[in-house]
């Protein structure tokens, strides 16, 4: 953590944290309101998020408060907008967590092949086989891991831009996400390309990799194999940040966009398993968000604590 002497933030800070109400997202939540922060804890389930903001309450954690909202659903995310205007009239950050993973487990695969699950899912054998990959949950993955985010971010940087400390977006990444996970070298090079990137690209590759899911032919195409709808979120959102970061870099006061890669942590999207913890990962997401502002860049992807490739 910081040296307070050099702190940027102070008891006027707001926070929103999208899937706020369990695992790395709950663990930011009470690391960004152990600083005195008024946080935003959002969720979906209106009940699940209630029963998290009671448990941050009983924790001696004051200053949070709970909002529901659905990032796939414009209609949520505006109103969700609206409130924070009349309530808070600004956002100093936002960290983008919620996600899905898209994918099912073959599980008469595994049992027929007296594989653990773990072997399945973490092994570095590039293969399909054992995962079932539907065109209603990919489509379900994108439109919350990479459409959901960029809803919010839309909707909020009117509220970010007003922020006369600057502002700060995560976009909670993955090294999933990174390009070399793509099996097309032409995909590779046109999302890496910073200059020629728009919304539309974005878009296009995520409209093509469905339609091949649609059609049952994606293991055909370029597509990842593994966990290919999380995937293919993650390379899109990892884009949109470098985009939007290109965009904003001229904005004063500041917004600093960046992709934070937790790491492998133990959540119900890793089935539990990982090698470090919820708290682990969220200080890794929280200490990007709270460098200084003459130390943060804009527009990076970091691995846990270091600067990493796209």
Known sequence: MMNANRSWWNEETVAVITGGNKGIGFEVCKQFANLGFRVILTARDADRGQKALVALRNEGFQTVSFHQLDVSNKASVADFASWISQEHGHVDI?????????????????????MKLEDLLWSEQQS???FIVEYESAKACMETNYYGAKHVIRALLPLLR?????????NVGSLFGQLHNLRSSK?????ADVDHLSDALIDQVL???????????????????????????KIALHAYTRLLATQLEKDVPKVFVNCVHPGFVRTDITSGMGNISAQEGAENIVRVALLPPNECPSGQLFLEKKVGQF
């Open 94 to 114: 936002l960290v983008n967590n919620a996600g899905t993973n898209g994918v099912y487990v073959d599980e008469l695969y595994v049992k027929e092949n007296n």
């Open 128 to 130: 399909s086989k054992g």
């Open 162 to 170: 007003s922020s006369s400390r600057g502002a700060r977006i995560i």
């Open 187 to 191: 995909l590779q090079q046109e999302l």
């Open 207 to 233: 409209e093509m990799y469905l339609n091949d899911v649609k059609q049952k032919i994606w293991e055909d195409k370029g597509w990842p194999l593994k966990f290919p709808s999380y995937k293919m979120s």
